[in-house]
């Protein structure tokens, strides 16, 4: 059964830019906290960034300052604005919603057995 609708990833340079997006299908996200996960190449499954329903955001430290989490409800679509990609975030990625909890409230990254209604996952390579 597919829950999420992921866009394609791609393939990029060092310093590029890629935006992710992920649409519900089938229900509306909008009192879910909705996240993004990565996953490398013999790593396990991370938390990239997190969205709660009042648009307050959480990022891994990786992360921040490049990349941007945000949702549209009226378009029901998740986004992840990726820039300045650098090698090491290459790796499959995934969103999700909430499913253990206060489902509209903020979830750490590192719960990631609180999320489910995994999407399909999309490749992301950015090369040096």
């Known amino acids: 059964q597919v829950h999420m609708v992921q866009s394609e990833g791609g393939s990029v340079q060092a310093g590029g830019s890629l935006r992710l997006s992920c649409v519900p299908s089938g229900w509306t996200f909008s009192q879910y906290c909705m996240g993004w996960f990565r996953q490398a190449p013999g790593k396990e499954r991370e938390g990239v960034a997190v969205?709660?329903?009042?648009?307050?955001?959480e990022y891994a430290d990786s992360v921040k300052g490049r990349f941007t989490i945000s949702k549209d409800n009226a378009k029901n679509t998740l986004y992840l604005q990726m820039n300045n990609l650098r090698p090491d975030d290459t790796a499959i990625y995934y969103c999700?919603?909430?499913?253990?909890?206060?489902?509209?409230?903020?979830?750490?990254?590192?719960?990631?057995?609180?999320?489910?209604?995994w999407s399909q996952g999309t490749q992301v390579t950015v090369s040096s």
């Open positions: 999700a919603a909430r499913t253990i909890g206060v489902l509209s409230a903020i979830q750490a990254l590192t719960k990631l057995e609180h999320f489910g209604y």
């Open positions: 969205i709660d329903s009042n648009g307050v955001t």
